[in-house]
C-alpha cells in the first residue's frame, strides 16, 4: 500500500466511510465509484484479517457514518 493511503485501515476499522474514500480518491485520482469498490474490498480483507479491531459488528458498520 502506498505512503498516501497509509491510514486507510484504521479509517476503515473506525468506520470513517467519508474519509477513506476521500484519501483513495485523492491517492489514486480515480472515480468515486473506483474508490468505493477499493473501500468495500479493503474493509472485507480487514473483516477477515483483523476482526478483533472491530468496535461494530458487520451489522452495524454503516449506521451513523
Known sequence: ???ELA???EL???GQTIRG???IKDAFECTI???LDFYD???RRLRQTRP???AKSHE???EGS
Open 1 to 3: 500500500m502506498s505512503d
Open 7 to 9: 491510514g486507510l485501515d
Open 12 to 14: 476503515v476499522i473506525r
Open 21 to 23: 474514500i476521500k484519501l
Open 33 to 35: 465509484h473506483e474508490a
Open 41 to 43: 474490498d479493503r474493509y
Open 52 to 54: 478483533d479491531d472491530f
Open 60 to 62: 452495524e458498520y454503516g
